[in-house]
C-alpha cells in the first residue's frame, strides 16, 4: 500500500473533487492515488509529504533537462518582467524571431519556415491544415485524404485523432473523424520470425508504394513518427523506411509530415530523428521538449515552396488563415531558446550515448525473462513487450491490466513508470544519473515479477 502523509490526501480529496484528469477513467482513483506534487528538482518529483519519484518518463516525454531547471526558470524570470504575451498577428518579438532562426538552423535542410503554436495536437492541425491548403493553393482540389501508418499516434484532437491509429483514443470518437488510409507500419516487432528490422521496413515500403500508386492523386500527405511509434507501444523501425518514404513521397508528389513531437531534441540519439535517415520532411512538427518540458508551444516548419504558394495579394484568398491566442507566446519562446542554448553548451548527445549504453546494459538480463518477448531501444527510449507467452508473443488480456501492477509497484518505490497498456518503457529526462538509471531498471524489474505472478 502507497504511503501518503495528511497533506497527500487533503490535496488529493481536493483535486478529486473538481478536477477532471486527462487519460483516466476518474473511477479508478477509488483504488489508484492521485500524487500531488508540489516540487521538481533534476529528474526527480517530490509530493506533499515529501516522497521523492524518479520520473522514468519525462513527464509525458516532456522534460529534458530536469524539473524546476535553474537556467530555465531564470531565463523565464527575466522574461516575465520584459514581455509575458503579445498578439502574434501583426506583432513580433525578438524572443519567436530568434527562436525561429535557430530552428530554421538546427532542423533539416530547407525547412526555411516556421509556424508556432501552443501543443502537439495544434502542431499536427497545422500541419495537415497547411498541406491540404497548399495543394489547393496549386489547383490539386482533389487532394484530401492522408495516409497514417497503422500503430500512429498525432494526438487527441479531432484532425490529430483522425491520423491516429490507438483503437483506445480512437474508437468511441471514430463517427466524428476524417477517414485515412492506413499503410502497414514498419514497426519491426510486427516482422516474420528472424526478419531483419531493415528487411521490414523494405517490405513496408513496397505496400506503401502500391497505395500511393492507386491513391496519390487524393493524397496530401503521408504522416509518420520518424524511428519510434510511441503512444502505439514504443515501437521501432529501422531508417530506411524514411530513407525510402521520402523517396515514394517526391515520386508520387504528397507530401511527407514527420511528427518529431516525441522523438525530436535528441531522444532518439540524434537531434532530430530524421537525420538518421538523412532526409528532409516537407513539415516538421515540434513541441514537448521544444521547451525543455517547461511550458506548452509548438512549431511547424515548413518549405519556401510550400510558403510561396500562400503569398498572394490579399484578394486572391490564398492566406493561411489559423490561428491559436498563444501563438509565439514569449515565455514559451524564451524556454524553448535556453533549452537550445544548453544544447549549445554542453555535450547533451554524447551523454545521451553513454546513458544509453547504461540503460542498454542494465535492461540486456530481461531478454531471458518468461514474459519478455522484445526489448528494444532507440537512444534515450527503451521498452520491454509484457507478454502472457513468450514462445507464441500471446499477450496478457487487456482487462488485466498488468501495467498498472507496474505503476503502482513503481509509486511505492519511488519511482515514476507508467506502462502503455503491456509495455514498460523508460524515457528519463537527460539529466538522469547512470545510478537513477539502475534505480529505474530496478524497480521495473520487480515490478515485472510482481505483474506477472
Ligand atoms: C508523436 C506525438 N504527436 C503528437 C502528440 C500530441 O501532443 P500534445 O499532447 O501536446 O497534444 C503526441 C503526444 O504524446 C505525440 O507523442
Not at 168 to 190: C, F
Not at 407 to 435: D, K, Q
Request: charged share 20%; aromatic share 8%; net charge negative.
Amino acid at each position: 500500500m502507497i504511503d501518503q502523509s495528511h497533506a497527500n490526501a487533503e490535496l488529493a480529496r481536493r483535486d478529486l473533487r473538481h478536477i477532471w484528469h486527462p487519460c483516466t477513467q476518474m473511477h479508478d482513483h477509488q483504488h489508484v492515488p492521485m500524487v500531488p506534487i508540489v516540487r521538481g528538482e533534476g529528474a526527480w518529483l517530490i509530493d506533499a509529504g515529501g516522497r521523492r519519484y524518479l520520473d522514468g518518463i519525462s513527464s509525458w516525454w516532456t522534460n529534458l533537462f530536469g524539473h524546476a531547471n535553474p537556467r530555465i526558470a531564470a531565463a523565464l524570470a527575466e522574461q516575465a518582467r520584459t514581455l509575458e504575451h503579445v498578439i502574434f498577428a501583426g506583432f513580433t518579438h525578438p524572443v519567436a524571431i530568434e527562436l525561429a532562426e535557430r530552428l530554421v538552423a538546427l532542423t533539416p535542410q530547407g525547412l526555411d519556415k516556421v509556424f508556432f503554436a501552443d501543443n502537439g495536437s495544434a502542431a499536427i492541425e497545422v500541419a495537415l491544415k497547411m498541406s491540404f491548403h497548399y495543394w489547393l493553393n496549386q489547383g490539386h482540389g482533389g487532394k484530401t485524404r492522408f495516409i497514417a501508418l497503422t500503430g500512429s499516434y498525432h494526438g487527441e484532437t479531432l484532425g490529430a485523432l483522425s491520423v491516429s491509429d490507438v483503437a483506445l483514443y480512437r474508437k468511441t470518437y471514430a463517427p466524428l473523424l476524417l477517414t485515412p488510409m492506413l499503410a502497414p507500419s514498419p514497426d519491426a516487432y510486427e516482422g516474420e520470425p528472424g526478419e531483419s528490422p531493415e528487411h521490414v521496413a523494405m517490405r513496408r515500403l513496397a505496400a506503401m508504394r502500391v497505395l500511393l500508386e492507386g491513391h496519390a492523386h487524393e493524397t496530401c500527405a503521408v504522416i509518420v513518427e520518424p524511428l519510434v511509434q510511441c503512444a502505439g507501444g514504443m515501437r521501432m523501425h529501422h531508417a530506411a523506411f524514411l530513407t525510402g518514404l521520402r523517396a515514394l513521397c517526391d515520386q508520387y508528389n504528397v507530401h511527407l509530415i514527420a511528427d518529431e513531437i516525441a522523438v525530436g531534441f535528441g531522444r532518439t540519439g540524434t537531434l532530430f530523428a530524421c537525420e538518421q535517415a538523412h532526409v528532409a520532411p516537407d513539415f516538421m512538427c515540434l513541441s514537448k521538449g521544444l521547451t525543455g518540458g517547461t511550458l506548452p508551444l509548438s512549431a511547424v516548419l515548413t518549405t519556401q515552396q510550400v510558403y510561396d504558394a500562400f503569398y498572394a495579394e490579399y484578394n486572391a484568398g490564398k492566406a493561411f488563415l489559423h490561428s491559436h491566442s498563444y501563438t509565439g507566446n514569449p515565455l514559451a519562446c524564451r524556454a524553448a531558446l535556453e533549452t537550445l542554448n544548453i544544447f549549445r553548451d554542453e555535450p547533451v548527445l554524447e551523454r545521451n550515448r553513454t546513458l544509453a549504453t547504461h540503460l542498454a546494459r542494465r535492461l540486456a538480463p530481461l531478454r531471458d525473462h518468461p514474459n519478455v518477448a522484445d526489448l528494444r531501444q532507440h537512444g534515450m527510449i527503451a521498452a520491454v513487450e509484457l507478454v502472457a507467452d513468450k514462445a507464441s508473443r500471446r499477450t496478457f488480456p487487456s482487462e488485466e491490466r498488468r501495467g498498472l501492477r507496474v505503476y503502482l509497484h513503481g509509486l511505492g518505490r519511488g519511482a515514476l513508470l507508467r506502462p502503455l497498456g503491456n509495455v514498460i518503457y523508460f524515457m528519463p529526462p537527460y539529466v538522469v544519473s547512470e545510478g537513477e538509471i539502475d534505480h529505474l531498471v530496478d524497480v521495473a524489474i520487480e515490478g515485472i515479477t510482481h505483474a506477472v505472478a
